[in-house]
């Protein structure tokens, strides 16, 4: 069986292969993470053998860039309203579908709960986190999976 750090590196390699298909660039790193302005928490809870939660924070602007990225087009998104939400909700299902898959190729049986998006002061503030591209740098992802300890 896998441990919880082994885990959380698949989680953020799935995170970073979703997000490439979906044509936002991404790549592992650490940086210092740290903002006093509102940030989008999105969080995924997973239950099973696997149980916890992956959660995603992103600066507004980033969100409404994925958001922009994910409707090709079809309307401008310029803050973090309910369609950036359902969006950026959705971008999670994608991300958290996949780690589900690769858990489960890893023998682990796992579900996933339907997201919960929201605006949060001061999220950001880890120094685990994947760092964006040349593109979009400035920009933070912190993605975290948390596991139960023993």
Same mark, same amino acid.
């Given at each position: 069986?896998?441990?919880?750090?082994?885990?959380? #590196?698949?989680?953020?390699?799935?995170?970073?292969?979703?997000?490439?298909?979906?044509?936002?660039?991404?790549? *592992?790193?650490?940086?210092?993470?740290?903002?006093?302005? #509102? =940030? =989008?928490?999105?969080?995924?809870?997973?239950?099973? #053998?696997?149980?916890?939660?992956?959660?995603?924070?992103?600066?507004?602007?980033?969100? $409404?860039?994925?958001?922009?990225?994910?409707?090709?087009?079809?309307?401008?998104?310029?803050?973090?309203? #309910?369609? $950036?939400?359902?969006?950026?909700?959705?971008? $999670?299902?994608?991300?958290?579908?996949?780690?589900?898959?690769?858990?489960?190729?890893?023998?682990?049986?796992?579900?996933? *709960?339907?997201?919960?998006?929201?605006?949060?002061?001061?999220?950001?503030?880890?120094?685990?986190?994947?760092?964006?591209s040349e593109e979009t740098k400035g920009n933070l992802i912190n993605t975290y999976f948390l596991v139960p300890k023993g």
């Amino acid at each position: 069986m896998a441990n919880s750090k082994e885990l959380m #590196d698949k989680a953020v390699e799935s995170t970073i292969n979703t997000l490439n298909i979906l044509g936002i660039q991404v790549e *592992k790193g650490v940086q210092e993470a740290s903002t006093s302005d #509102d =940030v =989008v928490h999105i969080q995924i809870q997973f239950v099973g #053998d696997t149980s916890g939660y992956f959660i995603l924070e992103i600066t507004k602007e980033f969100g $409404c860039k994925i958001a922009n990225q994910m409707l090709q087009g079809m309307m401008e998104v310029t803050s973090v309203d #309910d369609m $950036c939400k359902s969006v950026l909700g959705e971008v $999670c299902n994608m991300i958290s579908g996949n780690i589900s898959t690769v858990f489960s190729q890893m023998g682990y049986n796992s579900d996933i *709960k339907p997201p919960l998006v929201e605006v949060r002061k001061n999220a950001l503030n880890s120094k685990m986190g994947v760092t964006l591209s040349e593109e979009t740098k400035g920009n933070l992802i912190n993605t975290y999976f948390l596991v139960p300890k023993g």
